[in-house]
Structures are given as structure tokens and as C-alpha cells.
């Protein structure tokens, strides 16, 4: 079967081999992982994903719902606020819900029916290329940081989740922020059950010191004697996933430019607003090609590749590594086809799983 493009494409065996190392990683630590659905939330693959992680995280009633449904396994629940009317519903699809400020403590606590309750903290300290994303950005609202109004509530907790990664490679860096944490947060953990160091730790990157990880995370469970969560979104994904587009048209401005059937606006949200360039594979060979989307924003551009010979209308191009922030934030801008989802399976069969048409548009809207 040929599907159609422009489709987002999962290889489950990339995948797995993320996942591997996230079984090899809780098994050496003890830690529990649960995916970060605001990630990736494409619930085809998540009966492999649960084979090899705890459960899920998540950022919203919708989300919380959607783990507790499709994923099963551990559901925690987070949000930057709840709202009145979404707590109730919040809570009956949770496991542990984590507040992100002391006055949401205050304010819901009474309604979590026995449920263990968590506390977002704030080190003041991060590991991040991106000020949009650094959650101890100055003026943060993510989490709270004052150790006399944290330990004056510490009754009603018994777990915090402190999360202040973003694709963070570096052992090294990890664990002297870890350092600092403990300094500065000790005398509540050791209160404590449990502590989520949230994601943003590219522990499934190639060449990343996983042994080195898994000690550090034991002997900081012994230390103070909690159960220790870790939130990957990107890292359990990471590479699994292709954009697979089409050359629409070709033009020359100074430069040869394709024209595929996607955007990266509409399919790839997340270079935008990082200002990054998607990646091909291989990305070699004499011709160089600026490869852009068929949305009317001028700066709907790829980035440059190198190919080996001339593009031309019809030719099939794989942008790598779009699971992650991609499926998640696809939009209608444009009323851009929406790229469908296939699978490819253990045994290389690859499968259309969901596809989108002008209904899906419309219903968008109203
Ligand atoms: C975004 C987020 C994650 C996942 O981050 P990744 O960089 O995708 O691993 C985990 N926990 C929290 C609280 C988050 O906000």
C-alpha cells in the first residue's frame, strides 16, 4: 500500500530501541518513567511504550484523561492551573495529582480523595538553550521556591515534582544540578515519599553515560529515602519518528527551492518558535535545495539541504526526527492537508493509522 503524503511516519523499532534503554535505566536505578504526553501523545504505539514505562504524565485534564484511557499503568496528574470545573474530573483519572503553587494546594487539596498529593518546586536552576523554555526563567511561575512557605504545607504533601531540563545531554551538568538541589531543597526530601525530576534529560541520546545516570538516581533515592520519577517526553521518542512530504514545485530566488505538501508552520511547529532547522537524511551530495512548506507564511522553510541529484516534482523527501512537539501542536493553518500517522510495525509492515480530511477541517471550526 502506498499512503499518501504528506504523513507522519513511527518506526516502532527506533522506538524500541529508545524504550530499551529506559527498561535498562529503571531497572539499574529503580526510578519509574512515565511519559510526558505533551510530547507525544500518538496513542497507536503505546501499547509497546507501556511495555517499557510506568505510565504517563500530564499537563491537563484532556491529557490526564487520555493516559488513564490509553495508556494505563501509574496516571499523574499536573497543570500549570486547574480550573473549578475540570478538578473533579482531574482527580478521578489520577493516580497523584502534583500542584504547580501552594494557593492550588490550598485550594483543591480537600478534593484529591486520598489521593497522594505533590508540589511543584522551582530550583532557581536549569539546564536550558531557550529562555522560552527554561522553567527557572526569571519571574517563573512554574513551581514554588521558598523553603519557609514550602515546609509550612509540607503536611499536605508527600511528594514534589521539580522539572528543570530541556534536552539536557550533559551527565555532568545533570548531576551538578541535582547537587544543587539537594543542597538547597535536602531538609524537605528527606520529608518526603517521592520526588519526579521531570524530563528533559536526553538519557537515550547515543554515547549517553546511562550507568553513570542510574547510580546517581539510586543513591539519590537512598539518600533520602523517596521513590524517584523521571518524565521523559523527547528522550523516549527521540528519531522514531519522519515527516514524509512530496515535491509539489520548484522555484529559484538566488537558490534552487522545493516546494513540498506540508508546512513547517502547520507540521512542525516547534522549529519555528526555536528558530531550528529540520534534519534529512542523508543530506549529502551536490545539490543544494532550500526545502519549503506550501503555506503562504514566506518563512515557511525546512532549512537547506544537500541532495544527490536535481529535485523534481513528485520526488519523496523524509524529514527526520518529527515525534516529538510535532504530532502534538499540528494544525489547520492554511487548511494545509493534515499530515496522517502511520505505523511501522516490529516486522516492517507499515500501517496507516489515522487520516484527516476536509470533515476534520471544518469540525475544527465553527
Ligand atoms: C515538558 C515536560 C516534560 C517532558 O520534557 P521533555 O523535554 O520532552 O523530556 C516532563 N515534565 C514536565 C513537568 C514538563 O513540563
Redesign the pocket.
Known sequence: MTIPTPYYLVDKTVLLKNLEKISYLRQRSGVKC?L?L???ATWSVFDLMAEHMDGT?S?SLNEVRLGREKFGGETHA?SVAFGDGEIDEVIANADKV?FNSLSQLERFHNRTGGRPVGL?LNPQVSYSNFII?D?ARPNSR?GEWDMARIEASLDKISGV?I?C???NGDFDAFSKILAEIEEKFGAVLERLDWV?L?????FTGEDYPLEALAERLKGFAERYGVEVY???????ITNSTSLEVTVLDTVRNGKDIAIVDSSIEAHMLDLLIYRLEARIAPDSGAHNYMIAGKSCLAGDIFGEFQFDKPLSVGDRISISDAG??TMVKKNWFNGVQMPSIAVRELDGRVNLVKGFTYTDYVESLS
Open positions: 512515565l510526558a505533551k510530547c507525544f504524565t499537563s499536573y502534583i511543584r523554555a522553567p512554574l515534582m522539572h531540563h530541556c534536552e519526579s521531570g524530563g528533559g534529560i536526553h523521571l518524565e521523559p517526553g523527547e528522550a523516549a516529538g512537539y
